[in-house]
């Protein structure tokens, strides 16, 4: 089946630095990929959609220009919390969809700011 | 928009016993119906999902699911469960848009925990 990747697996950072998260779709073209937040104990929420080339669509509430999410390529996404703080400690995961309508998970990034 | 309830925060079986997730949605168009399983700090893995068709559903490990739309319901079910079901378990509606698939809103989750 189809496998997503993210890296780092987790990280660890002081408050006011940025951090970058990656997502690749390791054997199949990524046409969209998605960003969504988890909190401990809860649900996943979408954040952002991204296409291949266009700018991300982020969901109401989510600051655009704290977390920057670029779209690269087909198998590439990436996520930039800039200026992380301690309330954006969260789990973050993705997925990816290509010419099927399923999405395909990565295992997700556990973001710990300081 | 779109939402999912998940009315069981947590639900005990005993190992062996029979086992149903209760998932209602909202969706103004027909839904993309997902079950999905997360293992503590894993990411998600897909059991099953509903695009059209036959409205039973078989999955992985075991699992079906029965899409009724006059319920607006999309619940889970497995015959025998095993220890290693213990799990958080997440119902997902999603669409698609004009530019392929959307994301997904999903419910709040259903920790199971099974009983020796």
């Known amino acids: 089946g189809a496998v997503v990747s993210q890296h780092p697996s987790w990280v660890i950072c002081k408050s006011g630095t940025s951090v970058k998260i990656e997502c690749r779709s390791l054997d199949f073209q990524a046409t969209t990929m998605f960003w969504y937040r988890q909190f401990p104990k809860q649900s996943l929420m979408l954040m952002a959609t991204?296409?291949?080339?266009?700018?991300?669509?982020?969901e109401q509430g989510v600051e655009k220009d704290k977390f920057l999410i670029n779209h690269a390529s087909l198998t590439l996404s990436t996520l930039t919390v800039t200026s992380a703080h301690p309330e954006d400690s969260s789990f973050y995961i993705c997925s990816a969809s290509g010419v099927l309508i399923e999405q395909f998970f990565g295992p997700g990034t556990r973001l710990t700011v300081l | 928009a779109q939402s999912v309830t998940q009315p069981d925060i947590h639900i005990t079986v005993s190992e062996g016993a029979s086992l149903e997730l209760r998932c209602n949605y909202s969706?103004?168009?027909?839904?993309?119906l997902f079950w999905y399983v997360q293992s503590p700090g894993q990411g998600l893995q897909l059991l099953l999902k509903?695009?059209?068709?036959?409205?039973l559903v078989q999955g992985i490990k075991g699992f079906e699911a029965e899409f009724k739309r006059s319920q607006s319901s999309f619940n889970l079910r497995k015959p025998s469960v095993h220890w290693s079901d213990a799990a958080e378990y997440f119902c997902?509606?999603?669409?698609?848009?004009?530019?392929?698939?959307?994301?997904?809103?999903f419910g709040k989750g259903t920790h199971l925990i099974i009983q020796p």
């Open positions: 969706y103004g168009a027909t839904p993309y």
């Open positions: 509903y695009f059209s068709g036959d409205t």
């Open positions: 997902a509606v999603g669409a698609v848009g004009g530019g392929g698939a959307d994301g997904l809103t």
């Open positions: 991204s296409n291949e080339g266009s700018k991300a669509t982020y």
